[in-house]
């Protein structure tokens, strides 16, 4: 009888045994694990971000604060950051979004350990600013993929994050690794971009563009060129005659030019046409530009309104930024109250 219960009792235990996961795919909690990291990284929970963090990850996160070496501190400072520098709310107001893409490589190590890269977007948008990022994460699992640990790559840090995996890893195999890496990032991003269809908005366009590449070669006496005169009479009577119009015009592009001067890369370009007013010789549109800062993966679009203005029927071109204390009063020094109403008369569309 305590034969017959033993074999019994052995059947039970074997029978309780999990199935093999021979023929289940190692990436089957990948995508999962990815999304829950950098969620919680564009979040600040670094306590879940904890969870998915390769050690790697945190190494490079502690050469961003050179002078702060305690990791935990360094965790205090993003947290504090995430609110007072306004993160927290430019997260809430683009609706941030993280999206997980495709497995774009996968290597073995070894027998339980796999290496697989995976892409992903990071997109936010309203009425006028865009973000958009796209970037790789390195995905570690040692146990055949019931768990996995992540490095996000940063472009800054791509040459930290090789030396760092090539002290754990064969050489080889993480020159692979980011051949692919180099290979991914290189893809462009395809934008729709404004598409003149006369040539009074191929006009616009080629000195709108001009007047772009003034502000980004540093160029302020060929930029102070393309901005409407009016703004000058207008600041000139706002101040009542304290400063020449030359002093004001020279004060009025430095000031604009310091937004810009710290950029290393920067593009402006027009979105669409919002409206468009034809008054005796002049056109007058309203338009939707977006400031481009980064390249084609990372990128940072800072949008606004303008106002082009053509006193010659599309000819020549002149420009001037929407702005609520002074579009109207500079229009009407040449234009009647029709035409501001009805150029200023539009709802922006995306």
Not at 76 to 101: F, H, P, R, T
Request: one cysteine or more.
């Amino acid at each position: 009888m305590r034969t017959l219960i033993f074999y019994v009792l052995l059947l039970f235990i074997f029978g309780c045994v999990p199935k093999s996961d021979k023929n289940e795919p190692i990436d089957r909690n990948l995508k999962s694990n990815a999304q829950e990291f950098m969620d919680s990284k564009l979040n600040y929970d670094f306590d879940k971000v904890t969870i998915f963090a390769h050690p790697i990850f945190w190494e490079i996160t502690k050469l961003k604060f050179p002078e702060e070496n305690n990791l935990n501190a360094i965790k205090q400072i993003l947290k504090e950051k995430y609110v007072s520098a306004g993160i927290q709310q430019m997260n809430a107001d683009l609706n941030m979004k993280i999206n997980i893409g495709n497995i774009i490589d996968s290597i073995s190590n070894n027998n339980d350990e796999y290496i697989f890269l995976i892409d992903y977007e990071r997109t936010g948008e309203n009425k006028f600013d865009k973000i958009y990022a796209k970037s790789i994460i390195v995905a570690i699992t040692k146990d055949k993929g019931y768990s996995w640990k992540f490095i996000d790559i940063d472009k800054d840090f791509l040459p930290q994050t090789k030396e760092l995996l090539t002290a754990i890893y064969p050489a080889i195999l993480v020159d692979s690794i980011f051949n692919t890496i180099d290979n991914e990032l290189k893809i462009s991003t395809i934008e729709t971009r404004f598409a003149p269809t006369d040539d009074s908005e191929i006009n616009f366009l080629n000195q709108f563009n001009t007047y772009g590449k003034a502000f980004y070669n540093g160029n302020i006496n060929e930029s102070v060129n393309f901005i409407y005169p009016d703004i000058f009479e207008y600041l000139y009577d706002k101040l009542q005659g304290k400063y020449s119009i030359n002093e004001i015009k020279s004060s009025y592009i430095e000031e604009l030019y310091k937004q810009f001067s710290s950029e290393s890369k920067f593009e402006f370009r027009i979105s669409k046409i919002l409206n468009k007013v034809k008054y005796q010789n002049s056109l007058i549109y309203a338009v939707s530009y977006h400031l481009k800062r980064g390249n084609q993966n990372d990128y940072t679009l800072v949008g606004g309104e303008m106002i082009a203005i053509s006193a010659d029927n599309g000819k020549k071109w002149k420009f001037m930024e929407r702005n609520q204390e002074f579009t109207i009063p500079v229009l009407s020094k040449k234009y009647p109250d029709r035409v501001i109403s009805e150029i200023l008369n539009y709802e922006y569309e995306k």
